[in-house]
């Protein structure tokens, strides 16, 4: 989609803030929509966790060490962090204002704490929830991974259970049963967001429809 001044579109980037319980398929359907709508980016976060076998620093996220990361708290460089699984993560006020200013929308999968920090601030941004169809569905799917030790499994539960209620603040909900369903419901709700009334660039809808006098 065109934007900037001369095209139908507002310039100004839009953010979409997306959260989930560990185990919904947030990643997945995160990815997935990126690589499937133009015009939308994945926003970089910092975290202190070690980076995952195939990760790549600057593109999956900036990995950093505890201390480097706290500096950048302390000098006021995150628009918002949390402790997520006993690791730190952010999301930085460059990178937010960079897209923003590109006219490029961004994606944010940020934790339940990240997002009401952003909503807090007023940051204006279309909030979107993933759930899966059931508890126990997301208990079969945190097993499957095979990557967590029991302890972390329940301790994500545990944090799923706490965090769920954050969903009230959310706009909007996509029930993750079938990933092709939540892709097209996410993609949906992007597509719907980026049409609406208040985004539209206005001069643009006068000057191509109200002073071109040309009739036939
Ligand atoms: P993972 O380590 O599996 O990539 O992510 C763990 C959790 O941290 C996910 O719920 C993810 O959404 C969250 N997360 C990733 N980046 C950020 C961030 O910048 N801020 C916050 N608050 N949470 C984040």
């Not at 460059?94 to 006219?103: K, T």
């Amino acid at each position: 989609m065109t934007t900037g001044a001369g095209s139908p579109r507002q310039g100004k980037g839009l953010l979409f803030v997306v959260s989930a319980p560990s185990g919904a398929g947030k990643t997945t359907l995160c990815r997935e929509v990126v690589n499937q709508l133009p015009g939308l980016r994945h926003s970089v976060s910092y975290t202190t966790r070690k980076p995952r076998p195939g990760e790549v620093d600057g593109r999956d996220y900036y990995f950093l060490d505890e201390g480097g990361f706290r500096k950048k708290a302390e000098r006021g460089e995150f628009i918002e962090w949390a402790e997520v699984h006993g690791h730190l993560y952010g999301t930085s006020w460059d990178q937010l204002l960079l897209h923003s200013e590109q006219g490029v929308d961004l994606i944010l999968d940020i934790d339940a704490q990240g997002a009401m920090q952003l909503k807090k601030k007023e940051v204006e941004g279309v909030f979107i929830y993933i759930l899966p169809p059931s508890f126990d569905v997301l208990k079969a799917r945190l097993m499957e991974r095979r990557s967590d030790s029991p302890e972390e499994i329940n301790r994500r539960l545990r944090k799923a259970r706490e965090e769920i209620w954050s969903y009230r603040e959310y706009s909007y909900m996509i029930i993750n049963d079938d990933v092709k369903r939540a892709l097209s419901e996410l993609q949906a709700v992007i597509v719907a967001e980026r049409i609406r009334m208040k985004r539209m660039n206005f001069m643009w809808i006068e000057e191509t429809f109200i002073k071109n006098k040309e009739v036939f």
